[in-house]
């Protein structure tokens, strides 16, 4: 199901890819990480409607899917901010600001004369790309799950607290597994299984994990078999460069196998790519008058990935978007001012 947020409140109307009308906006935000969601903002500041879409069930991007209990200390005038709690304030701040259309990937952008339609639904005057590293997909458990199963594998989780008192199955060895399986220890039992003796995150992380009392670290196991027997998933385990089967029953499965993305998609566009990323000139411009870039998935000697980068290349975007819409107005720059 998509979860349309529009005025602030969840709309849980189901909306077909491809069938869908919602519209014209002056712009269109592909990609509702950080970046996205703060363009949203201050476009609505300058007073521009926007739709953002995201590929993923949620909104919030890296942050959000990738390390949502971290804290993040480089965000202005935040000491420190969860990542989790960044998309929240980010999100709450555009209440009746924009349309957010999540579970679409957006596939396909075409030029007309006043502007873009994005898959044949929607017509935009402008487009933001902020599609960060790409529409990423979680690695997918290698196991034939039915329905029923799949339904107690997951890859994100919104609130650990869900899993209170719970036997979870944490699979992974990296830095996402290693701080799922923390978050969730304080709520939950949890049994890790990688399939090799190291794990590729923290030494920290792993000594905290091995000192829990609730926290059982099974390794070197590949899975090979899952079935839901009394609600429950038996999951059959093979050792590693061994013949040892061993069978677990967990609650519910965390799936920390990484993440595919990329930006590929964006060439079918016309969009010009430097390596992975989009080529664009000094007002975030890309090669197709109309199209801005910002945040991760540009490119430009000096760039780093950090998200206040990505909010100041938003309001370049913007302002330029202002000046190409509206080229007759004298524009306001300062908020203060608007
Ligand atoms: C572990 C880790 C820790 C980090 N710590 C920090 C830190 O402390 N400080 C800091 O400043 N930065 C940090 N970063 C980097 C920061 O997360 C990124 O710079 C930031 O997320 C980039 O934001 P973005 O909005 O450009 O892209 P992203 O956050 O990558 O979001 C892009 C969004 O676009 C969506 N998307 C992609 N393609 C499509 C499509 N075709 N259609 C629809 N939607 C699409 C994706 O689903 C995603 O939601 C960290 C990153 C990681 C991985």
Redesign the pocket.
Known sequence: MNIVLFHGKVDTTIIKRGVFKIGNYDLAI????????FAAHYAHLHGLSSII????S??????????PF?Q????PAYKKIT?TDLIKKLTDDLAGETKIVTN????QVTKNSDGFTIDNSVFVRSIII???????KPKELPLKMDEATKKQVHYFIKDPKEFAGQTIGVFGGG??ALDWALELSNYANIKIIHRRNQFRGLESNVAKLKSLKNVEILTPYLPKDIQMINNQLDVSLKEMGGTQLRNETFDQIIVAYGFK?N?R??KKWGIDLNGTNIAVDRSMKTNINGIYA????VTYPGRV??????FGEAQIAITAIMRDLFPEKTLTIHSTSM
């Open positions: 592909i990609g509702s990480g950080p970046v996205g969601l879409f995201d590929s993923l949620e909104v919030g991007g890296q942050p959000q899917m990738l390390y971290k993040i200390t480089d965000i990542g679409h990937k957006v596939e902020a599609t960060g590293a790409g529409a990423f830095d996402s993305a930006n998609f964006v910002v945040g991760d998935v990935p950090l998200i206040a980068l990505g």
